[in-house]
């Protein structure tokens, strides 16, 4: 009976450390604010604009980050803090 209720107790306290273990994983995934914008680029007629530059401005930080649009007028600009973004695009 000792060796059962002693293999329980260590059985017990792996299955707490591991869902202890989780919980914390999952709280570090659970605070990321970091955003993604991503779009196409398009003329008037509907057609793709390839090579494009897409800009975005940090209306707060003035830091701006930018991308070039795919051969199908895709564009994605990922790792982007909360704010109040102005974006442009050039060719």
């Known amino acids: ?25 999952t709280i570090a995934f659970a605070q990321n604010t ?17 090579q494009a530059q897409v800009t975005l401005l940090d209306n707060d930080t003035n ?3 930018a991308s070039d649009t795919n051969s199908t007028g895709n564009y ?7 704010g109040h973004y102005t974006l442009t695009v050039t060719r």
């Open 1 to 25: 009976m000792i060796r059962s209720w002693k293999t329980l107790k260590t059985g017990l306290a792996t299955l707490a450390l591991g869902i202890g273990l989780c919980s914390a994983a």
């Open 34 to 50: 970091a955003a993604v914008i991503a779009g196409s680029v398009v003329d008037s007629t509907g057609a793709a604009i390839p």
């Open 63 to 65: 830091i701006a980050r």
């Open 76 to 82: 994605e600009v990922g790792q982007l803090q909360p």
